[in-house]
């Protein structure tokens, strides 16, 4: 045996003068100390992105601040590393997005990191600049007999294959498997077999609103937008912070304000942001702004990379002032942000609901407040938050009471299916909303279906053992989709072959129950055989391009009838449009979510906002089996004020939103049990924390999705009143709980907006 070496002291070290701290897009709520090596020094300033040595790898992240190093930073000098390289000349973030971020952070729960991952485009977060995407499409060697014998062998690549079939020539592959829940690898391993041909592409083909170039006359205002417009205007010209909620029904002229306040943010020479949800992002909308102003951008998620950069850079060097985009573009670093409008603010989906888990609606007025900005929020049916918010003098109220030409509003007639006569077709079309189609079909007139239900038949039920078919990794039942004939699950897209015999007591005679859009079209083409009929859901619409052409086509009159679910709720705008149908109102009543309500009245509200928006009079008629519910009843009467003065009464009783605030965490493992344990140990500590106090704990409980992919999920909540400390107290009790623990994962969620 050697001797042992003698120990050698450590060669003293120097202690650093400076430090960085550079956030990473890490989940633990800590920025991490490096040294600035002599070269960098200089370089290394406020907001430029740095590569960094992190364990064995290197990490691309943020600089937040740059300064003498901390007492940990000293304890520990000998082990802080230096910073690689600083990969930009000038700051990507500058300070004022660099503290909302860290407003963000602290709000959500989140690590700084993480919150400038919400508002760097992609490839700013990586040190290769840009990246190509795959295009799919199937080839001459995929036919039928190739298909089928896919179908036992390998499920995931028949899907697959049998999606890209289905769709005339190419698509994002990313998009895709997104959508379908699969890797890329069965992809690859169909490219291999010649069944599919894989493209690199540097661009998607598809940009939206390269249209309505050409420049519009605006019209001239009439009295209460004139006023609305001075409103707004006045503080963006004078540089007075200040949010308004805009009220007013579809086609009461809201889009004409936005237009006419930009106008004038810009001729102060400000920045404007204009948020829509997603689905509304069409080339008509993007071509409303593009017809009036020159240097719009446009953002939102299906842009390539590449052209979410070029965008980014745009609104960077001030070349673009007006952006246009879905929820994140409410990061868009554009020079002098003077106004940011969110139209359809009470939209869900302006809540993003992975880490960070923010609302774009709050990160806006927190943006606007911390940059001197006007904040727009217009709905016909504002969030009950933004409306209390008005109501107490948070928000300018300003309301837009009629539709533009003073049109009527439709006559909505509510039809209660618990008494109607059920036959071959009225479990889903009434003998009211059969009249009204084919009278639309005999004046040459249009139609809309909605609900907002996929596939054929939600439920295949077994009268044998009175037992539904359920997915093998997932608590809910299989969805029958006809087209297809599969089963298929919502919550994780598997698919399986319709069971001959009842999978529990094999007894035969299992029976579809419910309907979905599929069965709604096909019963309406078995009514109506002569009309024109298309359907538009995700099943059916894969590309932006496909829902551009089916819009297209009803738009010119090619199609009498466009059944769908959310998908044609938003924004669509058809003169000829004279019936809408609900064909169930309860789908969104039956939410265990205490904005149900809410939601329902929106989305009749919404829907019934399709019809009549020409010179023709419009029926909308909605099915519903709680014909007495408010939501209902005020909906038909486009009656919001009454409706949110109820439903107020109510959140207020119960502690809800907007006079209490919720956290929901989110407890999920393949081990039920331990994620059961964990919830319930989670509960107690928020106990013998907060009882007595003015906080309330309740659970836990399963998730109303109990079971996804396998996982089991256990849920629990804190609600105390707005303004409360205890908010906090909590939120950081459950973060660390989740900071601490590998399994069960644990989701904490700060204001949720669903269940
Ligand atoms: P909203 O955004 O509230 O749904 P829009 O701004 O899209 O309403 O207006 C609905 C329709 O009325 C549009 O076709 C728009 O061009 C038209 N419009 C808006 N304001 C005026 C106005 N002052 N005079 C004439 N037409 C108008
Ligand atoms: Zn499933």
């Known amino acids: 045996k050697k001797p042992a070496a003698p120990k050698v002291d450590a060669p003293p070290v120097e202690p650093p003068k400076v430090v960085a701290n550079v956030a990473l897009a890490r989940p633990v709520r800590t920025e991490f100390s490096y040294t600035i090596p002599v070269e960098l020094e200089g370089a290394v300033t406020l907001g430029v992105r740095v590569r960094v040595p992190f364990g064995r790898r290197t990490e691309v992240g943020v600089v937040v601040a740059v300064g003498p190093p901390s007492d940990k930073d000293l304890a520990a000098a000998h082990k802080l590393r230096a ?68 179908e036992e062998k390998s499920p995931e690549q028949h899907r697959l294959l049998r999606t890209l079939l289905g769709i005339e020539g190419e698509i994002g592959l990313r998009d895709l498997t997104n959508k379908l829940g699969l890797s890329e690898s069965p992809a690859r391993t169909l490219a291999k077999k010649g069944l599919v041909e894989l493209r690199s592409a540097a661009f998607e083909p598809f940009e ?12 001239e205002l009439f009295e209460a937008q004139a006023w609305a417009v001075d409103a707004i205007s006045h503080c963006v010209e004078t540089r007075k912070h200040r949010s308004f909620l805009l009220e007013g029904v579809t086609g009461s002229g809201k889009t004409e304000v936005y237009l006419r306040v930009i106008e004038r943010a810009l001729a102060a020479g400000r920045s404007a942001i204009v948020l829509v949800p997603e689905i509304s992002l069409t080339p008509q909308t993007v071509g409303w702004f593009r017809s009036r102003f ?36 409410v990061f868009a670093p554009v020079v002098d942000l003077g106004v940011i409008v969110i139209d359809e603010e009470h939209e869900p989906s302006f809540k993003q609901a992975s880490t960070p888990r923010y609302h774009a609606r709050d990160v806006a007025l927190e943006r606007a407040r911390r940059e001197g900005a006007v904040c727009v929020l217009g709905s016909a049916t504002p969030a009950l938050e933004t409306w209390h918010a008005a109501r107490t003098g948070v928000h300018a109220h300003l309301s837009l009471p009629e539709r533009v030409g003073g049109r009527p509003m439709p006559r909505v007639e509510i039809v209660d299916m618990r008494t109607e006569p059920t036959g071959e077709f009225g479990a889903l079309f009434s003998r009211n909303l059969r009249q009204h189609l084919e009278g639309a079909l005999q004046r040459g007139e249009q139609g809309i279906l909605f609900l907002n239900r996929r596939g054929y038949a939600p439920v295949l039920w077994c009268p044998g053992c009175r037992t539904t078919v359920r997915c093998a990794q997932c608590d809910v039942p299989m969805t029958w989709h006809r087209d297809i004939d599969r089963l298929v699950c919502h919550l994780c897209q598997n698919e399986t072959a319709v069971p001959r015999n009842c999978p529990t007591c094999s007894a035969p005679g299992g029976r579809m129950i419910g309907a979905g859009s599929e069965r709604v079209e096909r019963t309406l083409r078995k009514l109506f055989p002569s009309a024109r009929v298309a359907r538009m859901d995700s099943d059916t619409m894969h590309r932006r391009e496909d829902y551009e052409r089916t819009l297209s086509a009803f738009g010119s009159g090619e199609l009498d009838f466009l059944v769908g679910t959310q998908m044609i709720a938003k924004g669509l705008d058809f003169p000829r449009v004279t019936v809408v149908g609900i064909v169930s109102a309860d789908t969104s009543l039956h939410l265990p979510d205490f904005r149900s309500a809410e939601r329902t009245f929106q989305l009749i509200s919404q829907v019934a906002g399709r019809a009549g928006r020409a010179d023709l009079a419009g029926h909308i008629v909605v099915q519903t089996e709680n014909p007495e519910h408010p939501a209902v009843r005020f909906a038909a009467r486009h009656d919001f004020t009454s409706f949110a003065e ?37 509960c107690q500590a928020l106990h013998a924390a907060l009882d007595g106090t003015d906080a309330v704990v309740l659970g836990p409980a399963p998730a109303p999705m109990s079971l996804v992919r396998g996982r089991y999920r256990h849920h629990l909540l804190v609600k105390t009143p707005v303004g409360s400390a205890r908010f906090a107290t909590a939120r950081e009790l459950l973060l660390e709980l989740a900071e601490s623990t590998a399994r069960p994962r644990i989701g904490v969620d700060v204001d949720p907006m669903g269940m």
Request: overall charge neutral.
């Open 83 to 150: 910073i690689e390289r600083c990969l930009d000349t000038e700051p990507v973030v500058d300070a004022p997005l660099l503290d909302l971020t860290r407003w963000m952070a602290t709000q959500y729960g989140c690590a700084w990191g993480e919150a400038l991952g919400a508002i760097l485009p992609a490839p700013l977060k990586r040190e290769r600049q840009t990246k190509r995407i795959w295009m799919a499409r199937a080839t001459e060697a995929a036919t039928p007999e190739a298909l089928a014998e896919l």
């Open 646 to 682: 109820a439903e107020l009464v109510s959140r207020r009783e119960l502690g809800y939103p907007p006079f209490g605030r919720i956290l929901r965490a989110v407890f999920e493992d393949e081990d039920g049990s331990k994620a059961a344990s964990v919830a319930d140990s989670a």
């Open 294 to 329: 020159n240097d719009v951008a446009v953002l939102h998620s299906r842009m390539t990379d590449a052209q979410r950069l070029s965008a980014w850079r745009r609104a960077r060097h001030g070349e673009a002032r007006v952006i246009v985009g879905a929820r994140s573009a």
């Open 208 to 219: 939206v609103g390269e249209q309505g170039r050409e420049r519009s006359t605006p019209p």
